[in-house]
């Protein structure tokens, strides 16, 4: 990872931490963003939820509002990563975190990621439509941008598409 300024720690340390250890908390921040997921159900958006962990602690939790909002950009991730800022308090930065999605970011909110300067996003299920951490576009790793965060797809995939897939399915 390479960035422009600012200190960088993340919430667990990949490297040390035992795999194991390192997934089981993943897969609890995930359960966290699909709670998320199902509130932007309940307001009959499509469900996609995010949380941004630092140190162990949620500090900001964001769900997909483009209906709710008559948003086209209030994606989950990018209200995320404005509630962690704020929460964090490092000026726009989002320092030291994990932002957990269920849906693989798209190419805004991948750009938001860039920007954001968060240090590793964990994602649910790929997408394969819009997907653009490696489905569709490869954004996160591009080597001239000035922030490269650490990926990880596919943590509790099944229930992350299953959440989509039952969305689509009653509504047909
Ligand atoms: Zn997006």
Not at 52 to 58: A, S, Y
Request: proline residues 6%.
């Amino acid at each position: 990872m390479r960035d422009d300024g600012g200190v960088e720690e993340p919430a667990i340390d990949p490297v040390g931490a035992e795999p194991a250890t390192l997934l089981a908390a993943d897969e609890r921040f995930m359960r966290a963003a699909i709670e998320e997921a199902l509130v932007a159900q309940s307001h009959g958006d499509v469900p996609i939820g995010a949380v941004v962990v630092v140190g162990g602690e949620i500090v900001g939790r964001g769900r997909n509002e483009r209906e709710l909002a008559s948003d086209p950009t209030a994606h989950a991730e990018v209200l995320v990563l404005r509630e962690a800022a704020h929460a964090i308090g490092d000026g726009w930065r989002v320092t030291g975190g994990t932002l957990y999605v269920t849906l693989e970011p798209c190419t805004m909110c991948a750009g938001a990621i860039v920007l954001s300067r968060v240090p590793r996003v964990v994602f649910g299920a790929f997408d394969p439509k819009a997907g653009a951490c490696g489905s569709v576009l490869s954004v996160l790793d591009r080597p001239e941008l000035n922030h490269r965060p650490q990926v990880q797809g596919g943590v509790l995939e099944p229930e992350c598409a299953e959440l989509l897939r039952a969305f689509f399915r009653a509504r047909r």
